[in-house]
């Protein structure tokens, strides 16, 4: 059951589940040049949901970030946190700023998508369709 907020948008009641679009029997393949991370994440999600092409290419840059944040752990996970810098002495290792980095434009890419808050714990809001906000992605069957 669907309630209006304050801003005059719907708020789900129900879970997340019912909130978001499932996808359609052909899920279009991954791009290419994805690593493991970002293929699986791809293919999960487009198992799961259908996608208009213009959030596909949201969805290439998100699946993509989740790989190079990836990267950057796997080069963190072999050197310090912190390094010695001339001018300011013990510094942030240059790996752990690009992963903030790198999840500040995942939450961006998410965001645009439309994705739910699973951390927020909270219902989604939906705005009132609009020319620019509306969701083109669709519940299928």
Same mark, same amino acid.
């Given at each position: 059951?669907?309630?209006r907020?304050? /801003? ?5 009641? $129900? $879970?997340?589940a019912?909130t %978001?679009p499932?996808?359609a029997?052909?899920a ?5 040049? *994805?690593a493991a991370?970002?293929?699986?994440? %791809?293919k999960?999600?487009? #198992?799961r949901? /259908?996608f208009?092409?213009?959030? *596909?290419?949201?969805?290439r ?10 990267? *950057?752990? #796997?080069e @963190?996970?072999g050197?310090? @946190?912190t ?14 700023? /690009?992963?903030?980095a790198q999840?500040?434009e995942l939450?961006? *890419?998410a /965001? ?9 714990? @909270? ?12 969701? $083109? ?5």
């Open positions: 059951m669907d309630t907020n304050a /801003e005059g948008g719907q708020v789900a009641a $129900s $879970s997340q019912s %978001w499932a996808a029997p052909n279009p393949a991954p791009p290419r040049g *994805l991370g970002g293929r699986a994440a %791809w999960r999600l487009t #198992k949901y /259908e208009a092409p213009h959030e *596909l290419d949201l969805l840059e998100y699946c993509m970030t989740l790989d190079m944040i990836g990267l *950057l752990r #796997k @963190l996970a050197g310090p @946190l390094v010695h810098s001339p001018q300011a002495g013990p510094v942030v290792a240059r790996p752990v700023a /690009e992963i903030r999840q500040a939450r961006r *890419l /965001e645009a998508i439309g994705f739910p808050d699973p951390a927020a714990g @909270l219902p989604v809001v939906r705005r009132p369709a609009g020319a620019r906000d509306r969701r $083109s992605h669709r519940r299928a069957g």
